[in-house]
């Protein structure tokens, strides 16, 4: 007897990103395309040139501001329902970014989910405090990121990590030492001005940092009072103070202003024994705005798809991961994952991201566990 035909894909890779048949549209294109539905801000998931976007409401300033006062852009809430060529899409919150969202397509009995970057931690407390948190989305088929698709990946409690941050800032500023805290101006430093102690000392930031600040409080994100670090020439003040910039300001002349400075980098791929050698600062601190791999392991089960399909990151390592559970799995070759198109004159992205697994594995100081051990 024949087996029964499974339903055509609702996602499908195409050569300008992922693509929806039915409905006749795009989540995340990298090439320009009529219609794009945008998982967030980034960069590399929201870039210019689509005839029309469709986002989340809080992502509209940070889009217009870096795609163009003028683009075709349509918002929703979360969960709000958008009817196209007979697709429902509704976006869900990813937990990443301000904005950041889970797109579900359903059609034909069939339910889609595609994550774009989302961030679940180990520790169930743990969320990102300035966007809503990671919600689960029951689904057929889940299109995963896995950044830091690796078991080496596995983030302290966050709590622990801004006690080391505000510890660090606190020795500078009696020291009368300028402490330079580098992330990412979108995303991550917000989610920093946000864990801070600003008891400690004034807080400065650097030009590419205040304007989405700026959206993130018109979202309505509580965020400390900053200052512009360019309009700031007391000495006495910036020995106190916490500088938070994009890691595109190393080894500029923009630096000089602060005199003696002690600089630290928050990033997830501090998890790597030598990375913040090669980064050439003081300090790394692993925090993170992706999942880790307890994360992504709890995020994956949560939809309850018996297939799932990764993109960006350890394909291999999670698609072999997500077989020996039992779960059907695949890979799409996505343009995805490079944070740097965000930052003003960045050389390189992911400058501490190792060449493979192994290399990884090496880096941590023990090989590659096979994945799936329960913590």
């Not at 080391?164 to 430093?189: M, P, V």
């Not at 994956?300 to 999670?318: D, F, K, L, N, S």
Request: hydrophobic fraction near 40%; glycine fraction near 10%; aromatic fraction near 8%.
């Amino acid at each position: 007897m024949a087996l029964p035909s499974r339903s055509p894909d609702l996602i499908i890779e195409r050569p300008q990103g992922l693509y929806c048949p039915p409905g006749d549209f795009y989540i995340d294109p990298w090439r320009p395309v009529d219609r794009a539905v945008i998982t967030h801000a980034h960069g590399d998931h929201a870039r210019m040139g689509h005839g029309h976007y469709l986002a989340h409401h809080d992502s509209a300033g940070v889009l217009r501001t870096r795609l163009g006062a003028d683009i075709h852009l349509q918002t929703v809430a979360y969960g709000e329902p958008v009817e196209h060529r007979g697709v429902r899409i509704s976006l869900h919150p990813a937990g990443h970014v301000l904005g950041s969202a889970q797109v579900r397509v359903e059609h034909g009995g069939q339910v889609w989910v595609a994550s774009g970057d989302y961030f679940v931690s180990g520790h169930a407390a743990d969320t990102n405090r300035t966007c809503v948190p990671f919600e689960p989305v029951r689904c057929d088929c889940f299109i995963t990121e896995s950044t830091f698709g690796l078991p080496i990946y596995r983030w302290q409690p966050e709590q622990a990590v801004f006690d080391d941050i505000n510890a660090w800032w606190r020795r500078n500023a009696e020291a009368g030492r300028t402490s330079l805290l580098l992330g990412y101006s979108f995303g991550k430093a917000q989610r920093l001005l946000a864990g801070v102690d600003p008891g400690i000392g004034p807080i400065l930031v650097h030009g590419a940092v205040e304007p989405l600040n700026a959206a993130y409080r018109a979202a309505g994100v509580a965020l400390p009072p900053t200052q512009y670090a360019g309009a700031v020439s007391d000495k006495a003040l910036l020995q106190r103070s916490l500088v938070v910039a994009p890691p595109s300001v190393q080894h500029s002349a923009w630096l000089k202003r602060f005199g003696d400075f002690s600089d630290a980098f928050a990033s997830g791929w501090m998890q790597l024994r030598g990375a913040r050698r090669r980064h050439g600062v003081d300090r790394g601190f692993v925090l993170s705005d992706h999942a880790d791999w307890p994360g992504l392991q709890q995020a994956i089960a949560a939809t309850g798809a018996q297939r799932v399909i990764v993109t960006h990151g350890y394909e291999a390592v999670m698609v072999r991961w997500l077989q020996e559970q039992g779960l059907e799995a695949g890979a799409f070759n996505t343009e995805y994952g490079d944070d740097a198109l965000d930052e003003p004159a960045a050389a390189e992205s992911r400058p501490d991201a190792p060449a493979s697994p192994a290399a990884a594995s090496e880096e941590a100081g023990r090989p590659i566990d096979t994945p799936g051990e329960p913590e």
